[in-house]
C-alpha cells in the first residue's frame, strides 16, 4: 500500500508569493491533517480535513489555507509569503478507528 | 483538553546503554497514546501506540512503553541503543472523546554515543 505522498519535497520563493503544497493520503483514509515544523515552534498542528470539510483549525492567520478533494487528496495554500514561513510543513492521514496518523515526508519551503 | 509534556529536550546516551525517554500527559477522556520518531528532513514514523488495552506496548526497533494512568506517564524505553536510534522522538496524546484531536509534545532529541 503506498503510502503518504507529499509534493514538491523542496522548493523555495521569496516574500510576498504564494505557495501550495500538495497531499495524497493513505488509499481508504479520508482525514488528511496539516502540521508546520520549525525549529522555534516545534510541531504545530494547522488544519484537519474530512471529507472535504475542515473540522478542526490550528491557531494560524487567514494567510494560511486548504481544501480536500472528493478523491481525498488535500492542498494547502499560503499567501503573502514571510521569512517566518520557512519550515517543514507535514500532512498525515488518519486511520479513523484508532487515530493513528501517517506522515509524509514534508515539503521544506524556504522563504527569501 | 488534552496535552502532554516530554521532561527532556535533549538525551544523550552511550551506544549499548539503556535509553530512557520521558513523557507525561493529561486527558479528561481515555487517551490513545503515541510515540513518533522523526529523522533528519523526513517525516514522523509510528514506533508503538496505546489504545487502552494491554499497558506496556512494544513498538518496533526494540522499544517499549508503559502505560501508567496513576502517574499519567506514557516513558519510552529500550534496553540498547543503537547509532540508528539517535533521532527526534515526539510523544502525542489523542483524545478519543474529542474528535481524536492529537496533540504532540515539544520533542526529545536522542544524541548516541559510540
Known amino acids: 500500500k503506498a503510502g503518504v505522498t507529499q509534493t514538491p519535497r523542496y522548493l523555495i520563493k521569496t516574500r510576498g508569493q504564494q505557495v501550495t503544497l500538495s497531499c495524497s493520503p493513505i488509499?481508504?483514509?479520508?482525514?488528511v491533517s496539516w502540521y508546520q515544523q520549525t525549529p522555534g515552534q516545534g510541531l504545530q498542528f494547522l488544519f484537519e480535513?474530512?471529507?472535504?470539510?475542515?473540522?478542526n483549525k490550528g491557531n494560524f492567520p487567514g494567510r494560511f489555507s486548504g481544501r480536500q478533494f472528493s478523491n481525498s487528496r488535500s492542498e494547502m495554500n499560503v499567501s503573502t509569503l514571510e521569512l517566518g514561513d520557512s519550515a517543514l510543513y507535514l500532512c498525515?492521514?488518519?486511520?479513523?478507528?484508532?487515530?493513528?496518523?501517517?506522515f509524509g515526508e514534508g515539503s521544506r519551503l524556504t522563504v527569501l | 483538553a488534552q496535552s502532554v509534556t516530554q521532561l527532556d529536550s535533549h538525551v544523550s546516551v552511550s551506544e549499548g546503554t539503556p535509553v530512557l525517554l520521558r513523557c507525561n500527559y493529561s486527558?479528561?477522556?481515555?487517551?490513545?497514546l503515541f510515540w513518533y520518531v522523526q529523522h533528519p528532513n523526513k517525516g514522523l514514523q509510528l514506533l508503538l501506540k496505546?489504545?487502552?488495552?494491554?499497558?506496556l506496548v512494544k513498538g518496533i526497533n526494540g522499544f517499549e512503553a508503559e502505560f501508567k494512568k496513576s502517574e499519567t506517564s506514557f516513558h519510552l524505553t529500550k534496553p540498547s541503543a543503537h547509532m540508528s536510534d539517535a533521532a527526534e522522538y515526539f510523544c502525542?496524546?489523542?483524545?478519543?472523546?474529542?474528535?481524536?484531536?492529537?496533540?504532540f509534545g515539544a520533542g526529545t532529541r536522542l544524541t548516541v554515543k559510540p
Open positions: 498525515a492521514s488518519t486511520l479513523q478507528d484508532t487515530g493513528e496518523l501517517f
Open positions: 488509499s481508504g483514509h479520508r482525514s
Open positions: 480535513y474530512f471529507s472535504e470539510t475542515q473540522r
Open positions: 486527558s479528561s477522556y481515555s487517551p490513545s
Open positions: 496505546y489504545t487502552s488495552a494491554a499497558t
Open positions: 502525542v496524546v489523542s483524545d478519543q472523546g474529542n474528535n481524536n484531536d492529537m496533540r
